[in-house]
């Protein structure tokens, strides 16, 4: 069964420090996609990435990048010099792809707060 | 805009009622998708939709039930089998159900039973 482990629960850090997010996944497919969410304090998650599996290459958009390791099952989110608007709840989601429906497994997330 | 559109924002139920929660979309999705939130938990699916007129229990269904008539529209309620209803409701939707699709979300109804 596809499980995804968010183990910091909640990261505190002061504003222009780089913070990492870390994202462990659990799949017996060889075919699954990752993503990432943001939840702002008005509650909508909003979608900032998905990765494929066979795609290894980390992503950078920004201030955000993003570390796939397919070795440790993580997929790493980090903020460089982070912002006050930063604040939120993260989440990092499985999807397998066995060919017929999938179904979107989230961890429990991670809150972030950044203060100046 | 496109988008999702949840009402309503809040809601409180009294013991035994049953409620409905209205989600509309204007993005020509095909996938609907219903999730529940607690604290620490992340997010759970209730129901989900791959086209009109079919739905298809998720993880957590029991005490919920939903329709999908038109495309836009995945309206839950919250029956009162439901023992433990009080939660944040997201609403979902993708072009496809398929696994490369993401997800976009509505900005949540908070359901809260006095």
């Known amino acids: 069964a596809q499980k995804v482990t968010q183990a910091q629960t909640e990261i505190s850090v002061v504003e222009k420090e780089d913070v990492t997010l870390d994202c462990v996944y659990e799949t017996r497919d060889t075919t699954y996609y990752l993503f990432w969410y943001k939840q702002p304090p008005s509650g909508e998650l909003v979608f900032l990435i998905r990765r494929n599996s066979f795609d290894e290459q980390n992503e950078i958009s920004g201030r955000y990048s993003w570390n796939f390791q397919k070795s440790t099952s993580s997929f790493n989110f980090t903020i460089t010099a982070s912002q006050v608007v930063d604040s939120a709840v993260y989440f990092c989601a499985l999807k397998e792809d066995p060919g017929t429906a999938s179904k979107l497994t989230f961890g429990t997330g991670t809150r972030l707060q950044v203060t100046l | 805009d496109g988008g999702i559109t949840q009402s309503p924002k809040y809601l409180f139920r009294k013991e035994g009622q049953n409620v409905t929660l209205s989600c509309e979309q204007n993005l020509n999705h095909d996938a609907m998708y219903w999730y529940r939130q607690d604290p620490g938990q992340g997010l759970r699916l209730i129901y989900y939709?791959?086209?009109?007129?079919d739905f298809q229990k998720g993880d957590i269904a029991e005490g919920y039930s939903v329709s999908r008539e038109k495309k836009e529209s995945f309206p839950l309620t919250v029956t009162s089998a439901q023992k433990n209803p009080t939660a944040f409701y997201l609403c979902?939707?993708?072009?496809?159900w398929g696994a490369g699709t993401e997800a976009f979300f509505g900005q949540g109804t908070r359901l809260t039973v006095v």
């Open positions: 939709s791959q086209i009109v007129n």
């Open positions: 979902a939707s993708s072009i496809t």
